[in-house]
Structure formats: structure tokens, C-alpha cells
């Protein structure tokens, strides 16, 4: 028979995954009711080669591609997830709606801790929405939320490693 089963102290419990919050640029108020934001991927191509005189196949390293990334949220008064993606659309006699400055943007994803303090940021670049869809199926027979949501396409992310773990309270 096997050890019995022990707990370890000192583990960290994974956080939560409906404890996050999306900003804007510099905003320092978050975008109002995101209740949804799809993982952070990228992958790389794998460029394969074979050296003069060596039968073994080598394997470097190609172009990084990073996924889109979706936005949900419940329909409000706020008009941001709508402003934003008109900005790539081209509205009356073919020009933009918007001045093109609007159209990219960096985004800060914060995961917070139990106690509602930010552990972990992503900061996501030059992002532009690719597609938006302004309200969810509607069923009289459902109780269900409106939803908007926004997919973004991006050249790249990072993690913010300056942002530390708080001390508990």
C-alpha cells in the first residue's frame, strides 16, 4: 500500500479564474461588465533543416503568431467595446468612421487574488477589433444576458512581471 495521503503548506491555491479585471490604454477605471476574456496562445512555426553531411533533421525556429483574444461582456450604456470597433469600420463614401489612432490599443488584463488585489498583469499590444458582435441571440423564453463581444487581433503580449503578490490581510 502507499503513502497516505498528505496536504503541502506550503502550495500556493491556484487562483480563481472569474477574478480579473480589462483596461483600456492608460485607463485607470476598467471596462464595465467583461465577464469573459479568452486565453492568452501563441505558437511558434518550426522550421525544419538538415546540415551538410548530417543525417539528423534540426529544428528552429520560425515566426511567433499570436491568437486573437475575445471580449465578453453584458450589454450596457457603455459604448467602448462599440466606439473601438467602429474604428476599423469603413462607414459613409469610404472613409473611416474614426480617425485610424484609434484603431489599436494596448490592453491590461489583471488576475486579482481572493482578497480582490491584482497578482498577475498581461499587457497585450497594438490590439484592433476584427470582429464584433453587438447583441447575443434574444429568447423571450430565456433569462439569460444580453452579451456584446469583441474579438481582438494582436501582435503580441507579456506578463507584467513587476507586479508582486500582496501580503494578505
Not at 502550495?11 to 464595465?32: C, G, H, M, S
Not at 450596457?76 to 474614426?98: I, R
Not at 430565456?142 to 503578490?165: F, P, Q, R, Y
Amino acid at each position: 500500500m502507499g503513502k497516505p495521503f498528505s496536504v503541502n503548506t506550503t502550495r500556493f491555491d491556484p487562483y480563481k479564474n472569474f477574478r480579473f479585471l480589462v483596461y483600456l490604454e492608460q485607463a485607470t477605471t476598467p471596462v464595465a461588465a467583461v465577464s469573459k476574456v479568452g486565453g492568452l496562445k501563441r505558437s511558434s512555426d518550426v522550421i525544419e533543416y538538415k546540415e551538410g553531411g548530417n543525417a539528423l533533421i534540426r529544428k528552429g525556429l520560425g515566426r511567433t503568431k499570436y491568437d486573437p483574444i475575445t471580449l465578453e461582456r453584458g450589454v450596457t450604456h457603455d459604448k467602448d467595446f462599440e466606439d473601438w470597433a467602429n474604428a476599423a469600420q469603413v462607414l459613409d463614401k469610404g472613409s473611416p468612421s474614426q480617425s485610424l489612432k484609434n484603431l489599436r490599443k494596448e490592453v491590461r488584463i489583471e488576475l486579482l487574488n481572493e482578497a480582490g488585489q491584482p497578482v498577475h498583469r498581461y499587457v497585450v499590444h497594438r490590439c484592433w477589433v476584427s470582429e464584433y458582435q453587438a447583441l447575443s441571440d434574444m429568447d423571450a423564453g430565456g433569462n439569460a444576458v444580453i452579451l456584446e463581444h469583441i474579438k481582438l487581433e494582436n501582435e503580441g503580449w507579456e506578463h507584467d512581471l513587476s507586479l508582486t503578490e500582496p501580503t494578505e490581510v
